[in-house]
């Protein structure tokens, strides 16, 4: 009995120990992005299509 209790202690003492701090980013410069380099990006990343995909579809597929 003493011993899960020892082991539950230090197990917790690791888990506080290896806490890490929130960490929040905050921009100072508001960023601008012009017409061409927007279209770049909605091109590579395929923003412009509308991505609806079915629910029900991957239901029985297993995915």
Do not use: C
Not at 27 to 42: N, P, W
Not at 44 to 59: E, M, Q, R
């Amino acid at each position: 009995m003493l011993k899960r209790w020892l082991i539950a202690v230090f197990a917790i003492g690791i888990l506080l120990l290896l806490h890490v701090e929130h960490v929040s980013a905050y921009v100072q410069h508001q960023v601008e992005v012009d017409q061409e380099t927007r279209e770049a990006l909605k091109k590579k990343y395929g923003l412009d299509a509308p991505s609806n995909p079915d629910p029900t579809n991957h239901v029985l597929s297993g995915d």
